[in-house]
């Protein structure tokens, strides 16, 4: 399991598949297109998963879903985004950014620099309701869609405290990797799209 | 457009094939499956949507598609369901029954009589803050989804005031039909996801 530092990606995947062992990457950045590459060389089979929290993958795919088969279902719908996360994250989320990608789709005209990013611990526990033990380590994300005559709105809420959903989801991540390598599959590179799939 | 009575569905269907009249029915209940075989046999198109509001009839797809994809995503976790609507709707209504089916898919142990119905225009107006004008016509959901521990919630809302979100839903019925009568299209039944797949 590598929850390391984005510089280390690639040298990292390079050592594991060399050694053979199988791996899961929950670490972000890099060089993403090589590290599929590396691991399709290799005889071991890896997880790649950018996120390992399966509800919030779902609920992302059930947008992706959406903006693919209902594309302009809010067209003229107004659209808000707020996210919260501990003081100490600088950039943006990357789930709120991939989702505006999918709102964009299904008609809202949204930037990513129009999402709101709230990093003031008095603000969320004042007024958010963060509980104040969570305050170093949470991301609650809303997104608000409003008609444009105001008298329909919609509203898709994910709030995550601590990081138990991460830890639940690299379990299960593992399970399904060494069910891969009891299977003998090598080289191949694996989502947490499939190990949703497979629960 | 039909919007009448559960007891007039089959009857008035009868009269739209018969007089070769393309027809949108909005009206619920009565005999399905002989309101589809009527429109069958017959030499018209028609439209059978039991809700016409097309963003919500999209939210319920994204549920039953995730529901077929990630069975038991939210395995574990507890649902609370509330809908309120206006004080003359006596039975519960029939989308959050629909979203019941979903949820247990998705591993949420449920069963409709849960439902938390709203019908007090004095807790709507002052505990929900529905507008007053709204008191006696509208449709407000909430599913909140907690995790065991209680360290992740989502929650998904769809609040609609008055019947407008109805009437756009079915001018673009309306448009859908006029374009599979032009195009020669007899004895087939259509639904909201068709119309929604098309703009």
Chains 1, 2 share one sequence.
């Not at 890099?30 to 390992?52: F, W, Y």
């Not at 709102?103 to 958010?128: C, H, S, W, Y």
């Not at 989801?169 to 989502?191: I, M, P, Q």
Request: with cysteine; charged share 20%.
């Amino acid at each position: 399991m590598d929850y390391t530092h984005p510089s280390a990606v690639n040298s990292n995947a390079e050592f594991y598949c060399k050694h053979e062992l199988p791996f899961v990457m929950g670490t972000t950045g890099g060089d993403r297109a090589k590290l599929t590459e590396t691991v399709r060389k290799s005889k071991v089979p890896a997880i790649i998963a950018p996120n390992m929290a399966k509800q919030i993958v779902g609920f992302q795919a059930m947008m992706e879903y959406a903006s693919a088969t209902f594309p302009n279902l809010f067209a003229g719908y107004r659209l808000e985004i707020k996210e919260s996360h501990q003081k100490g994250k600088a950039d943006t989320s990357g789930t709120a950014k991939a989702m505006v990608g999918y709102f964009n789709k299904l008609g809202l005209e949204f930037t990513p620099d129009e999402i709101v990013m709230v990093r003031d611990p008095a603000i969320q526990k004042n007024e958010m309701g963060v509980p104040e033990e969570y305050l170093s380590g949470h991301g609650w994300h809303t997104y608000r869609l409003t008609s444009q005559d105001g008298t329909v709105q919609f509203a898709f809420t994910h709030n995550v405290n601590g990081r138990e959903i991460y830890a639940q989801g690299t379990l299960d991540a593992v399970a399904y990797l060494h069910e891969k390598v009891a299977n003998g599959v090598k080289g191949r590179v694996f989502s947490m799209i499939d190990v949703l799939k497979s629960t």
